[in-house]
């Protein structure tokens, strides 16, 4: 029967610590409520009104280029299939292999770089950018693209293909 003073000497310890707690918190509770009075009673500091945001602005730009979006927009690494080999390569490169004349009309032999030769005249689409040749003569072909500047403006662009290019330069 010796458990009997030990429990209730525990439970007595237990209720003064309850008790001590409570005090303290209690006292806590009324130092903060003084601090509250004391500034509540200070006068506050004049400060101006600050109108609130009515709405946030929202930017339509449905007419205006994309800021963000490069001006100019490299190629993609495959080439593009045109309607005939000779559209399927840009302007430069080609190589003239060879004029032919008869009369007052002239023809050309145009080199590719997938080793084929084709015949051209006056006329016929060549190039990735929509070129026509639009003129020959004994030494050059002359082939006019529509390319778009760095405006967006399609404007049309002549390249010159010269007959024994690498020997003159």
């Known amino acids: 029967m010796r458990r009997i ?24 509770i009324a130092n903060a409520a003084d601090q509250a009075g004391a500034a509540s009673q200070a006068p506050a500091p004049a400060v101006a009104a600050v109108p609130e945001k009515v709405g946030a602005y929202e930017y339509t730009g449905l007419d205006r ?10 190629r993609e690494s495959g080439r593009e299939k045109g309607s005939s080999p000779l ?4 302007v430069s490169e080609m190589k003239i292999i060879a004029i032919l004349w008869e009369k ?8 590719l770089p997938d080793g084929k030769s084709y015949n051209v005249n006056d006329g016929v689409k060549v190039g990735s950018h929509s070129g026509v040749v639009a003129k020959i003569t004994k030494d050059t072909v002359v082939i006019r693209e529509r390319m778009r500047d ?8 002549d390249t010159v293909l010269r007959l024994r290019g690498e020997e003159e330069e």
């Open 5 to 28: 003073p030990y429990i209730s000497a525990i439970t007595i310890l237990g209720f003064a610590c309850i008790v001590i707690i409570s005090i303290t918190y209690a006292a806590s």
């Open 65 to 74: 280029r994309d800021p963000f979006a490069p001006l100019v927009s490299k």
């Open 87 to 90: 559209e399927s390569y840009d």
């Open 104 to 111: 007052n009309k002239y023809f050309a032999v145009v080199s």
């Open 150 to 157: 760095a405006t967006g403006v399609m404007s049309p662009r």
